[in-house]
């Protein structure tokens, strides 16, 4: 993977991680009660499910990638 490639993988995975905060703000800060701070982590950690994706999908592609260029990464 190119480093510009890796390097943009990284930035949607954090602007999708800061979009999941702005939407857990925006819908349900303003109507917060006690059913809801309950709920929030639940809701907060459905939020960041896309920048989580995108994240574990740039370092399975990375570990590929080291993987296949430098041969076995095990060597004794």
């Known amino acids: 993977m190119t ?10 995975a954090v602007l999708l991680s ?17 059913f809801w701070l309950i709920l929030s982590p639940m809701i907060f950690a459905v939020y960041q ?14 570990e590929k990638d080291d993987a296949g260029g430098n041969g076995s990464r095990d060597e004794r």
Do not use: D, H, Q
Not at 3 to 12: E, I, P, Q, T
Not at 52 to 62: E, F, H, N, P, S
């Open 3 to 12: 480093r510009a490639g890796s390097v943009l993988w990284r930035v949607v």
């Open 18 to 34: 800061v979009a999941g905060i702005a939407g857990f703000i925006i819908f349900f800060i303003p109507g917060m009660n006690i």
């Open 49 to 62: 499910i896309p920048a989580v994706a995108v994240y574990y999908l740039w370092k399975k592609r990375r």
